[in-house]
């Protein structure tokens, strides 16, 4: 008895529960008191708590804490409800969000079509665009001498080629250019190929690793075109947990759990540093959001003073979208230890769950992919189990 | 161009989305326009302000027995005293009743003048247990406490006076000595050859008239 219940007093100063839940309870609470202490006048409110006697301090002071305790308790079981508003699964408050998260959907699904073109079917086109000039500007020795003047003059035209023209109006210039190799030694002109040829393969260079970074970026981003949510925190979710099943053939979210069980705890431990920042971001954020509603509604009750409450709700509407790009960048931390767990642990688990060691890749996401179908479906073929040594 | 073609690829979400957010935004904006139809609330303004806990009478002092805090709309303009603490100590200058707002001009550092150039104020030093039932506005006599005999009171007609008696002024009690009460009294001029005597020993009040009667 006494046991159970030191263990729930040890569940509430965990850290999990400390930072994502006590903590914004902990600024939550004393700034809305403090608003609307401001608002009906510090003053009086101070010279009333001093007039306080030590016994009174105690007592107050440790209802406070319970209160603050109690509402944390209630917010730590909203964190999933928090965490479906914000990556865009939910139609919260009575189905009024649906209008901005269908907008959303499909300002995300423009974003995600525009990344798939440019990183897997994009390539640079400026590897085409030397080889053109290097077929156009031929070398020969045997013309005239190139004026130290003229020179200086094509090596300005290079000069003024920008990659923001398009390859075919720098085509059309390099056409142009490439006249001069009829005309004046190839010897003279070595400086000027060469400054064409580094700017050339610098651009190629640079796109090719525009389209690779948006690839990973796609990758890191967004899960698949099915799966695509309003928000960019519900994208990123949806990468990692789509990451297992992309790669390996496993349903992430049913494994997850299971693959808990197989991490070390050192790897554990890092795995949840990220998910507690993205549990406080996503809790502040919720609570800057009902902040700032609630004084726009009770405010003007108090003091009607557009200004001051003005400025107050757009102070809590800013540290809402504050910690919501806290959420985002927790959960971007958070993508890439999950993904690490999956590709570092999930041996360890196909061991745990008594299926032989995969010989190849190939095998790997075949057994992977019967025993999801087992246990997403409960529809499998007959599988191979590993023999216990005796 | 874009976003034009955009907005009409989406009017149906945009109008939705329009719609819904009136809806989300409408419980601020029938809070706001309810207060700005109300006048009252409109022009006020919810204060942490000082009340009388009880009827006080004037020239009485406030100590923290009188008074008390309370959260009420107070108009734009009107004064109102912040906290206990800039009410307690001075006097009131006027006959408050229970839970009357406490304004600063209400409210006294020295104890109210009642006297003309007809009369003075004088201060008697009396047993805290006398001035119990003491209150601004009685009328008093004065018994030496040790002879049981002298009786000092200005009879009615002397002086400005149309009543027996001198009237209490005030009551101060003393911060170092608890026993001790300082009263103060108004003494018409015509009387003022007995304050020689009440100078000296120890004198009991006498409440001859209370206020309103």
Known sequence: MIDTLLGKVAGFLEKDFLFASFLPALIFLPALVLTFAIAVGIRGVWAWIESWSAMEKGVIIAVSAFAVVIFAYVISSLRSSFAHFWSGHSNFPLYLTWPFLRLGERYQRWRYTRLRERGRFGRSEWDAALKFFEQKATYDKTKRPLPIIMKWYLLLRVGLLYKEAGTETVKERLSSLAGYWQQYSGEDLTDVFRTIKQKLLDWHQETTMRHQSDTAALDRRFGSYPTIKATKLGNIIASYDQYAASRYKMEAQIFWSRLQKVISTEFLALIREPRILLDFALTMASLSLFYSFLILIIGPWLWFNYWLWGILALIGFSVSFFFYKVCVSAAIQLGEMIRASFDLFRLQLMTALERPHPPTFLKEQEQWEEFSQLVVYGTAKDFKILERKP | ?213
Not at chain 2, 29 to 53: I, N
């Open chain 2, 1 to 213: 161009m874009r976003i034009l073609r955009l907005f009409f690829a989406n009017t149906f979400y945009f109008v939705t989305a329009i719609i819904c957010l009136a809806i989300v935004f409408s419980p601020i904006v029938a809070s706001w326009w309810l207060v700005y139809a109300r006048a009252d609330v409109k022009d006020g303004r919810m204060q942490w302000c000082v009340v009388a806990k009880r009827p006080l009478i004037k020239g009485l002092k406030l100590t923290e027995q009188n008074v008390d805090w309370t959260i009420r709309r107070v108009r734009k303009g009107d004064g109102f005293i912040p906290d206990t603490q800039s009410a307690i100590g001075k006097y009131a200058t006027i006959d408050l009743n229970e839970g009357e707002l406490l304004k600063p001009e209400y409210l006294s550092e020295f104890v109210p003048a009642k006297t003309d150039e007809t009369s003075a104020a004088i201060p008697v030093e009396v047993k805290s247990e006398h001035a119990a039932t003491l209150k601004p506005g009685m009328r008093l006599a004065f018994v030496q406490e040790q002879e049981k005999k002298s009786v000092m009171v200005p009879e009615a007609g002397s002086g400005q006076t149309t009543a027996s008696g001198f009237e209490l002024i005030s009551i101060t009690t003393s911060s170092k000595d608890a026993s001790a009460v300082t009263i103060i009294i108004s003494v018409s001029k015509s009387d003022l050859a007995k304050l020689q005597g009440l100078a000296v020993g120890q004198w009991r009040p006498v409440i001859l008239t209370s206020p309103g009667k």
